[in-house]
């Protein structure tokens, strides 16, 4: 590529082979250009400018949001927390009044077992009498007699057969004195 030019005080004459034209500028355009240039580079600086400034502005954008959801989190992650614990605690409560009701079934039904009163209520109703202060009272037993203290439950099959029986009709007999009575 070869290129030639003229000066003089009017006109820069170029002449580029390659477009094979000639380009006419006066001192004045030469100026103007230059001023274009220096504002074409001003404008570029000002757009590299902005885009620093939106580059560092998104950085700050999400730095702000990663600390907003930490702090979040830790404001929210104590909340969870409590609520697992209040949860847990409800379903203890739970428990616990489920055995208690077990608790207090177990007593009524060894009340009802071991209530004297009611014995002694069954035995005046069929025609018993309670003994004189000066009365030694004496019953024979048979010796092949076996009198039961206890109802014990196998823990590997559950409730004997015998148990279940017994409570059973301890619990009919006490439901049918309550309805006589009632």
Not at 84 to 113: P, W
Not at 134 to 149: A, F, R, S, Y
Request: proline share 3%.
């Amino acid at each position: 590529m070869k290129a030639s030019a003229q000066s003089n005080e009017f006109y820069t004459e170029i002449y580029m082979p390659i477009s094979k034209q000639i380009f006419e500028y006066t001192a004045s355009d030469v100026d103007e250009q230059k001023a274009k240039e220096e504002e074409l580079r001003k404008q570029t600086i000002k757009i590299r400018r902005a885009a620093r400034s939106r580059g560092f502005e998104a950085v700050v954008a999400v730095g702000l949001i990663i600390t907003i959801g930490v702090f979040f989190m830790l404001l929210i992650n104590p909340q969870v927390s409590l609520a697992e614990l209040a949860k847990d605690n409800s379903d203890l409560k739970d428990q616990i009044a489920v055995l208690k009701r077990s608790i207090l079934d177990s007593e009524e039904n060894l009340n009802g077992i071991t209530d004297m009163d009611s014995i002694r209520a069954q035995a005046l109703a069929l025609g018993m009498q309670d003994p004189n202060a000066n009365q030694v009272v004496t019953i024979p037993m048979p010796e092949d007699d076996k009198l039961v203290t206890m109802v014990s439950y196998d823990e590997e099959f559950g409730i004997s057969e015998e148990a279940y029986d017994s409570a059973v009709e301890a619990l009919t007999n006490y439901y049918l004195e309550e309805d006589g009575n009632g």
